[in-house]
């Protein structure tokens, strides 16, 4: 199994900036993408953005052009950069490990909450 550890949340005003950190351990071999996930108050958990083997990047549309994933190998972390923040990014940001038919590979941890104030 992947296990991984999210970091980085906290209070921004909205307009401003944060970086998450997703470090992996375990079977990280079986990793076709890495991906984060938000779930807001109330509602569902979300797809955020994902970073295939091959660099290939998708992200949803709410946060194109605002928010960058990136990995570094030599630390087995995966980031998540999110620039010009909104009230609505408010949520609890959560990273995983697809396979290759995009099934969630770790247990789910605790995330990490991010709070955009108006």
Do not use: H
């Not at 660099?55 to 605002?66: A, E, L, N, P």
């Not at 396979?99 to 995330?111: F, I, K, P, R, S």
Request: contains cysteine.
């Amino acid at each position: 199994q992947v296990q991984l550890e999210e970091s980085g949340g906290g209070l921004v005003q909205a307009g401003g900036s944060l970086r998450l950190s997703c470090v992996t351990s375990g079977r990280t071999n079986d990793v076709f993408a890495m991906a984060w996930f938000r779930q807001a108050p109330g509602k569902e958990r979300e797809f955020v953005a994902t970073l295939k083997s091959d660099g290939t990047t998708i992200y949803t549309d709410s946060v194109k052009g605002r928010f960058t994933i990136s990995r570094d190998n030599t630390k087995n972390t995966v980031l998540l950069q999110m620039n010009s923040l909104k009230p609505e990014d408010t949520a609890v940001y959560y990273c995983n490990g697809l396979d290759t038919t995009l099934n969630a590979l770790g247990a789910w941890g605790q995330g990490t909450l991010v709070t955009v104030s108006s």
